[in-house]
């Protein structure tokens, strides 16, 4: 699940993903499609929600935005998530990702 969101005032950019998170992992980074978002791993355990801050990095990483500009809207307690990310429309979200998740088959 991707949409993007254009505030009229401010003319500013922002992305809702979907993500699949997958913690505990061996090897922590982006898989790959899931359905209509993405699915990630992270070597944190869900506990305490040190997991969710994890895919929080990752992403702010991957995509190479400000950690702040990256937001957990729902699903602070499973692994299916919907994050916010700001300043990024779906094209760039999208071409980031499938090229870090091209990275992690190699």
Same mark, same amino acid.
């Given at each position: 699940?991707?949409?993007?969101?254009?505030?009229?005032?401010?003319? @500013?950019?922002?992305?809702? &993903? /979907? &993500?699949? %998170?997958?913690?505990?992992?061996?090897?922590?980074?982006?898989? /790959?499609?899931? #359905?209509?978002?993405? +699915?990630?791993?992270? @070597?944190?355990?869900?506990?305490? #929600?040190?997991?969710?801050? !994890?895919?929080?990095? =990752?992403?702010?990483?991957? =995509?190479?935005?400000?950690?702040?500009?990256?937001? &957990? %809207?729902?699903?602070?307690? !499973?692994?299916? +998530?919907? %994050?916010? =990310? @700001?300043? &990024?429309?779906?094209?760039?979200?999208?071409?980031? =990702?499938?090229?870090?998740?091209?990275?992690?088959?190699?």
């Amino acid at each position: 699940m991707i949409s993007e969101a254009r505030l009229p005032c401010m003319q @500013a950019v922002s992305t809702r &993903l /979907g &993500l699949r %998170v997958a913690p505990g992992s061996t090897r922590p980074g982006i898989a /790959g499609r899931y #359905g209509d978002g993405w +699915k990630v791993r992270v @070597a944190a355990p869900p506990e305490g #929600g040190r997991a969710n801050e !994890a895919v929080v990095r =990752l992403l702010a990483e991957t =995509l190479e935005v400000p950690r702040d500009d990256v937001t &957990l %809207v729902s699903g602070h307690g !499973a692994r299916d +998530k919907v %994050v916010d =990310l @700001a300043g &990024l429309d779906r094209v760039d979200v999208e071409r980031r =990702l499938a090229a870090a998740a091209e990275r992690g088959r190699r």
